[in-house]
């Protein structure tokens, strides 16, 4: 193992969109068990400290691979297109038309079976970007795409968490 491999190296995966997640998983158990701190209990410091810095390693890389905006942005970075979300914001204005009118009907819904209905709604979006997001990578492989695909994403995340926020203030 080496600290400088990239995450899809370090879990002996195809550098991909697509992840066998229980592969994904079995080599994530696999990496823990060999450099877990606890393991290392009785070693030297500089050998706890390596244990140490391997798990974190091995936890950041299975977080990122394991989450698919993570990973599709971390695939940008791989290729030469970071997603640069605070800095690029530009999206279509079809793409800027659905979020102003997902916000208005968020601020109008009064029941939960509204919010029920946009959570689906944006649901179903999710995924259809996430289809979109394997495309654009693994058959395309158009990375600055990607990134503007990964951008457009990450609006549509954090407003399903605001659906999602609303619907439990309606059930307090």
């Not at 500089?46 to 993570?70: C, F, G, H």
């Not at 709604?121 to 990964?150: P, S």
Request: charged share 30%; hydrophobic share 45%; proline share 3%.
């Amino acid at each position: 193992m080496n600290l400088q491999s990239n995450d899809f190296e370090l879990f002996e995966l195809p550098v991909a969109f697509a992840v066998d997640a229980a592969r994904l998983d079995e080599r994530w158990k696999a990496l823990q068990r060999e450099v877990h701190p606890d393991r290392h209990a009785a070693a030297d410091a500089q050998t706890q400290r390596q244990a140490m810095q391997w798990s974190v390693r091995i936890n950041e890389a299975y977080q990122r691979l394991k989450d698919p905006l993570k990973r599709a942005a971390y695939l940008c970075e791989l290729h030469g297109a970071p997603v640069e979300a605070e800095n690029n914001t530009a999206m279509p204005a079809a793409f800027l038309m659905q979020q102003m009118e997902w916000r208005e009907a968020l601020d109008e819904a009064r029941s939960g079976d509204q919010l029920e209905d946009m959570a689906d709604e944006v649901a179903a979006a999710r995924k259809t970007m996430l289809a979109d997001l394997q495309t654009t990578a693994d058959e395309r492989r158009d990375f600055a795409a990607l990134a503007g695909q990964v951008r457009a994403l990450m609006f549509v995340e954090r407003f399903a968490r605001d659906v999602e926020a609303r619907l439990d203030q309606l059930g307090q």
